[in-house]
Structures are given as C-alpha cells and as structure tokens.
C-alpha cells in the first residue's frame, strides 16, 4: 500500500489530490478502505497542590487533543488478485480554519493523512505528515482575530523618551518570505548605545487553567551598532528573512499564538528600551 498526494503543504478550505496504490502479493477480500486529515492540538499546564505540612508543589501536564476529521471512504467491498495493482485516485477536503501547523513546545499543532485498509483481523495503516498553512488571505479577511495593530503597515511605538513608528512590508509577514521596513523616530534626544537588536518574537500559549507560555524568537538582526542613536527625523531601514519555521499566527481550540516586533535599544549598565509593534505572520502567501 502506498500513499500519494501532490502537495504536503495543504490550503484550508480546499481539496488535495491524492492517490492510494493497493498491491497484493496473494490476492485476498478488502472491506474497504478511507483516507482522513488528522490533526493533534497538544497543549501544556501547570497543577499546584498543598501537602499536610504546607509544600507546595507544582506538577507539568501535557494535553492532547483530536481535532474535527472528516474520514473519506476512497474504496468499498472489492478483491484484488495474486500480484495485481490497484491505482485508486480520490480528494481530501482541508479545514477552511485548519487551525494551522504550529511547531511550538507549550503549544503544538500536527498534522497528517491517515490511510485505514479494513482487511478483517490486522488492518494496515499508513500515516503521511502534512503541514496545514496559515495564508496571508487568511488574516487579511479577518477571518482569524489578531492584534490591534498587527496588520497595519504602519504602527506606533515608543519606551523610555524615543517615540516612533515601524513600518513593515509585507503585511503580514510570512514564514520562509523576505520582507523589510523601517524605523522612524519622531521624538527622543539621542543616546549612546551598545547596539540596537531587531527581533521577532512569537508568543505561543494555552489557554486553558494554568496554561503555559512560551516566547520565540523567530527572526533576529541589527539595526545600529555602538555610537550615537535617536534624534527626531532619524529613519533607519532594515531587511531580513523569515526562516522556515512553521510559526503563524493561529487560533486554536485551547491556545494561541501572536507575534511582536521589538526594535531593543541596549544601553549600558541600564534597562534596555524596547519599542514594540504587533504583528500577524501567516505561512504561506499563495492566495
């Protein structure tokens, strides 16, 4: 038995192609056989108990959960002969709200096509992992909730005195996509700095009863080494790349994840500033 599909990156709300080829050394009866889209939300929490003597002591769970699954039956009640070769094409319907592949620690959502052959007794299987994609489209639609700001191209930010704004292009940003913008500073005297950081962060948590969080840092670069930094008028632009790690903006049946965008103005011997906008990252920007 093999398993085909023509793509392991799936859109939600559409159908894959697929192909199932049944072979049979001595031939024999099949009662059937369905392919299903399975998906694993896994989620992390925290439990505290009280012994008699007063210790506290807190445990970490982890939780996992089917998500909806709609099995499609691709063959019925049929035999196949000694050393004959069954080609049996079929269509796999994709969640129109997935949720997406997320491959975070505290929150995770996997996915794979499950093959079940119902021969009677021992009835094989076959499990292909699959990404299910977050599309630009997607967000842009509303569809999924996300930050206030997060898909705007221009947002405010401002820490400590510096006052400003970050631009980002594209809007949402996507996983594997290069993408760049600029800091433009309206207000703040300049100061000298150590370096400014740029980092994307993508804060994944459960949101279930003593639900665990996480904070990634999916993209890192710098803007300014050591020297002089601020001033109002002052624009800096910047580029980089996402890498492929599949970390979207999702919304799930027990957490989420969000992601920031901090421009870190390190100072010596002091609290760094950090200027701060949303952002949403989708996985894809096929439409």
Known sequence: MTLELATDRLMPGRLVDGRLVLTSRDGGAIRGARV????????????????????????????????????????????????????????????????????????????????????????????????????????????????????????????????????????????GEPFHGTLTLTGGAPRQVQEVRLELRVTAESTVSGGRQETITMWSGQLAGSGDFGGAGGAYPFSGTLDGAC???????????????????????????HLVRDVAIASTTEV
């Not at 505290?48 to 998500?67: K, N």
């Not at 499950?114 to 007794?121: A, E, M, P, T």
């Not at 992601?259 to 100072?267: D, E, N, S, Y």
């Open 36 to 175: 299903t889209l399975v998906g694993t939300e896994t989620w992390r929490y925290d439990t505290t108990s009280t012994d008699a003597q007063g210790h506290t002591r807190t445990e970490t769970h982890t939780a996992r959960e089917d998500l909806p699954r709609i099995p499609v039956a691709v063959v019925g009640p049929t035999s196949i002969a000694a050393g004959a070769r069954e080609e049996v094409p079929f269509q796999l319907p994709v969640p129109g709200l997935g949720p997406a592949t997320f491959e975070g620690t505290e929150l995770r959502v996997d996915w794979e096509v499950r093959v079940n052959l119902d021969v009677g007794g021992f009835d094989p299987k076959l499990e292909l992992p699959v990404r299910v994609l977050q599309p630009t489209a997607l967000l842009r639609a509303g569809v999924v909730d996300v930050a206030q700001y997060a898909l705007w191209e221009t947002a405010d930010a401002a820490a400590d005195g510096l006052a400003g704004s970050i631009a980002l292009d594209p809007v949402p940003l996507s996983v």
């Open 247 to 273: 970390l979207p903006t999702v919304r799930t049946p027990h957490g989420r994840a969000d992601a920031t965008f901090h421009v870190v103005v390190a100072v010596a011997w002091a609290r760094d500033p």
